[in-house]
C-alpha cells in the first residue's frame, strides 16, 4: 500500500500544492518563496526519509505569515491522508538532535488528537528574512491538520540558525519513527480506545 497524498490549497492569501510519499527517499522540490523555510523543510524530507514537493505562492508583499501557515496546514492535510488508517505505525515518536551548541527534542504522537506544546526561544527576530515567530504558526497549522499531537523543546543554543535547524531535523527524525510500520502491530490500530 503505497502512502502518499497530493493536497491543493487554494485561499485569496496563498496557492499552495503539497504532494508527500512517507516511504520515500529523503528527495524534495521546495519553491515557495521562503528560503529559509525551504531550508528547514529539506532537513524534514531527508531525516524523515519522506518526498516532500511543495509550490507555494503567497502573498509575500506583505509578509510571509499566511504563506508558512498555509504550509503547514497543507502539509498537514497531505500527512493525515497519506497516513490512512494508521494501522500497523508505530504512532510514537522522538528525537534529540544537536548541532555545535543547541540541542532540540521533538515528540509526536499521531493521536488524532491536535495539540501543540513549543518551547523554543529564538535569539533573533529573522534568520535569512524569516520571521523566527512564524515558525509557530507553521507548526500549529501543520498540528491542527494532522491529528497529531507534537512537544517541541529547544533545550540548548545560542545560535538562532542552529536552534531553527536542530528543531526540524528532530521533527524529521521523529515524523520518521512515529510513521514506521511496526511488524508486531501488522494490522492493528495503536489504541486501546479503537480509534485515533
Do not use: W
Not at 160 to 187: C, N, Q, W
Amino acid at each position: 500500500m503505497q502512502r502518499t497524498a497530493e493536497i491543493e490549497r487554494n485561499t485569496l492569501e496563498t496557492r499552495i500544492t503539497v504532494a508527500i510519499n512517507l516511504d520515500g527517499a529523503g528527495d524534495s522540490q521546495l519553491d515557495t518563496g521562503l528560503p529559509f523555510l525551504e531550508h528547514m523543510l529539506d532537513k524534514v524530507a531527508r531525516h524523515g526519509m519522506i518526498d516532500l514537493n511543495i509550490l507555494a505562492k503567497g502573498d509575500l508583499h506583505i509578509d510571509g505569515h499566511h504563506t508558512a501557515e498555509d504550509i503547514g496546514i497543507t502539509l498537514g492535510q497531505a500527512m493525515a491522508q497519506a497516513v490512512g488508517d494508521k494501522k500497523g505505525i508505530r504512532r510514537y515518536g522522538h528525537a534529540y538532535v544537536p548541532l555545535d551548541e543547541a540541542l532540540s527534542r521533538v515528540v509526536i504522537d499521531f493521536s488524532g488528537s491536535p495539540g501543540l506544546d513549543f518551547h523554543v526561544d529564538f535569539p533573533r527576530a529573522s534568520i535569512g528574512g524569516f520571521d523566527t515567530e512564524l515558525f509557530f504558526e507553521f507548526f500549529q497549522g501543520f498540528v491542527n491538520h494532522a491529528g497529531v499531537t507534537l512537544h517541541i523543546d529547544a533545550l540548548r543554543g545560542r545560535n538562532a540558525h542552529h536552534i531553527a535547524e536542530t528543531v526540524f531535523k528532530a521533527f524529521g527524525r521523529a515524523l520518521r519513527m512515529a510513521l514506521e510500520p511496526d511488524p508486531r502491530m501488522s494490522g492493528i490500530l495503536p489504541s486501546t480506545k479503537g480509534s485515533l
